[in-house]
């Protein structure tokens, strides 16, 4: 651990991290070799009912998983309004990135390699999302959520979200495409590394970076300045 950590803005962890989980996902989803399973069901959906993009298909899948967790909960936190704007601008930056990446190589080891790097891209901007300290998207924290209102573990939950959604995502595929959309052998290997690469990117950068949400900051200093003058607010 190093003795000297960079301060940064937690808006700039968030922004970056959501542009670089949103170019990811674009490019395996070019790549061929399957996507995350959480965001294989918006795209099957995106292929049946192309009229909504994938980004706006994301977009539905989270409000659904709202509805849900509130549903069970019966709880609405102020936070999730928040949520609601990171899920939006997530939205729009997977159709953004989609739009940037063009043809990839044919040459298979070239994809190989590709989404190799777009997994690492993937995994390292989850990881500055989750260390931003801002809301994070209702996918994330639908499964913390759950897992605190049932007193069970964050991973159990996890594990049976993600079967779900993959069980329910292969059924769609099948049924309306006759194929897999989305799911692949990099739909496999994702779901089993993927939690060790992020808690490895997460670590990393709390050792360099003491991040701290920009308006909160603020606030901080405003409350001290108030404590200081010895006016109530």
């Known amino acids: 651990m190093t003795d000297h950590k960079h301060k940064a803005p937690g808006e ?29 069901l918006p795209y099957a959906l995106h292929l049946i009912i192309p009229f909504l993009s994938f980004g706006e298909w994301n977009f539905v899948f989270q409000i659904i998983l709202f509805v849900i967790l509130v549903s069970i909960t019966k709880k609405f936190k102020k936070r999730y309004i928040a949520s609601f704007a990171v899920v939006l601008l997530f939205a729009v930056m997977l159709d953004f990135t989609d739009s940037l990446i063009g043809s990839v ?14 997994f690492l891209l993937m995994c390292f901007g989850v990881a500055l999302m989750i260390t931003s300290k801002m809301p994070l998207t209702i996918v994330d924290m639908f499964s913390n959520s759950l897992a605190s209102y049932y007193h069970t573990s964050f991973r159990r939950i996890k594990t049976m979200f993600d079967v779900t959604c993959l069980v329910v995502s292969a059924a769609v595929s099948l ?17 089993i590394i993927t939690g ?14 003491d991040v701290e949400p920009y308006f ?10 108030t404590k200081s003058t010895g006016t109530e607010e």
């Open 175 to 191: 049924l309306c495409l006759g194929n897999l959309a989305g799911i692949g052998i990099g739909t496999v290997v994702i779901a």
């Open 216 to 225: 909160e900051t603020l606030y901080k200093k405003r409350k001290d300045k």
């Open 105 to 118: 190589p044919e040459e298979i080891y070239v994809r190989m390699l590709l989404f190799g790097g777009s």
């Open 12 to 40: 700039i962890f968030m922004a970056g991290g959501i542009f670089f989980v949103a170019f990811a996902i674009s490019a395996m989803v070019k790549l061929g070799f399957g996507i995350s399973t959480i965001s294989s």
């Open 196 to 209: 060790t690469f992020i808690q490895a990117f997460g670590t990393l950068l709390k050792d360099h970076f």
